[in-house]
């Protein structure tokens, strides 16, 4: 069973913007960038697969946010590549609201060796 990580309030994540959940918090091997788009979270290894961007710098719309570098674009529901010149997908992660609480729940492949 994944563990199950208390990421942010409800408030913290505006309708179209994403925040960065440290790695220290995580465990996993990359910080996370918690999504929120259209009333939806959703949660994404933070570093694009093409460059050393951030995405939770990115634009979001539409169920897609765009690398701020390159413009590379994921799925935010499953880190899928949707546009050059990203060419590797990205790692997804569990995301449950439960009240005013985000939980993440980390990817058991992205988990950091001990």
Known sequence: MPARIL???????????????????TGTVDDIALFHDSGEYFALDNTCSHELASLAEGWI??????????????CLRDGKVQSAPATEDVASHGVEVDGDDIVILPNPERIAEP
């Open 7 to 25: 990421a942010a309030k409800v408030s913290d994540v505006p309708d179209g913007e994403a925040i960065v959940i440290p790695r220290a918090l």
């Open 61 to 74: 719309e539409g169920g897609v946010v765009e690398c701020p570098m390159h413009t590379g674009r994921f």
